[in-house]
């Protein structure tokens, strides 16, 4: 079993959802896809927050935007019998969950801060919570996770970090279909508190960590990072024309061109699938046939 993430702009528009879904449906099932927010939506969940707290209700317009971007999403890729339901869900949470939540920031002066901390993280995971339920309509056999139900941080210092033994506890369980087959769905970046139960989240482009993590858990045979570019470079294209992509590396290589800057993939994505010797491919859901990088230990 494949454990393939697609991205930003690969999940950002009706082009770039119709090549995610010909690239998963050359895949031979049971298959696992992880989802980031449509492109450019986290950011826009938080610019929201940022208006709500200074009571500039204009969020609301650009929430109706956003809105009318997934409707539209839906209308060019969702499968014809699942379109009703998925429109329904993504109304049910802008309205139900999103639009109490900016009004509660934007009414409530006196929020204290770990509150507004509260409500943000809650908002900012419904960029997946929405991108998800657009991608599992896209196949007559999305089966739907929600990972909210089985990430599990714990606080660490000023941040978070992932507790492996429960989160692997719940991953097995919630994932005990998936030999079963079908085109599996899941969110990235978005967790709970191990304790309180409270939304968190793995860090901003914290996506491939949750595909590397439940690649790792489930013993997937190869883990694949859709994105936009066509695999690592020798350099930065923008400044020297003449970068080529690096056909493979090794995990060690990989991690120290992420700490270094590469905005290939999120650096801690590659601790865990490097301890269970995982291949991790990086391809471009643009240009699909190109080779990509390889990053195994050779
Ligand atoms: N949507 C989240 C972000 O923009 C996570 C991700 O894209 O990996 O940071
Ligand atoms: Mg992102």
């Known amino acids: 079993m494949k454990v393939m993430k697609f991205g930003g702009t690969s ?11 010909n690239i998963v449906n050359q895949e031979p099932e049971p298959v696992l896809v992880v989802v980031s927010a449509m492109g450019g939506f986290t950011n826009q969940l938080l610019a929201m927050c940022e208006q709500a707290q200074q009571r500039d209700i204009s969020c609301l317009d650009t929430l109706e935007a956003a809105r009318k971007r997934h409707h539209d999403a839906i209308d060019g890729v969702v499968v014809e019998s699942m379109r009703g339901q998925v429109h329904a869900t993504i109304d049910r949470f802008i ?24 409500v943000c993280d809650a908002i ?6 929405l991108s998800s ?38 991953v097995k369980a919630d994932y005990a279909s998936l030999a079963d087959g079908g085109v599996h769905v899941a ?11 409270d939304v968190t989240n793995l860090g901003r482009g914290g996506s491939d960590y949750t595909a590397a993590i439940l690649a790792t858990l489930l013993d997937a045979e ?30 060690a290589q990989a991690q120290e061109m992420c700490d270094a800057g590469a905005k290939v993939i999120y650096p801690p994505t590659i601790a865990p699938v490097a301890m269970k010797n995982i291949p991790v491919w990086v391809k471009n859901t643009f240009n699909p046939s190109a080779p990509g990088t390889i990053i195994v230990n050779s």
């Open 95 to 118: 309205d139900e969950s999103l639009k109490p939540y900016y009004l509660a920031l934007a009414t409530n002066p006196h929020m204290p801060v770990d509150e507004i901390e509260r």
């Open 187 to 197: 969110q990235g970046f978005i967790s709970r508190d191990k304790q309180s139960g």
């Open 11 to 21: 999940v950002g528009s009706v082009e770039s959802l119709l090549n995610l879904k």
């Open 222 to 251: 190869a883990l694949e990072i859709w994105t936009d570019v066509d695999g690592f470079m020798t350099a930065d294209p923008r400044t020297h024309p003449d970068a080529t992509v690096i056909p493979q590396m090794t995990y």
């Open 133 to 170: 339920a657009i991608v599992t309509g896209m196949f007559e056999n999305g089966v739907p996770h929600l990972s909210l139900n089985y990430m599990r941080t714990v606080p660490d210092g000023h941040g978070r970090i992932l507790d492996w033994e429960e989160t692997g506890r719940l």
């Open 124 to 129: 900012v995971a419904h960029g997946e919570i």
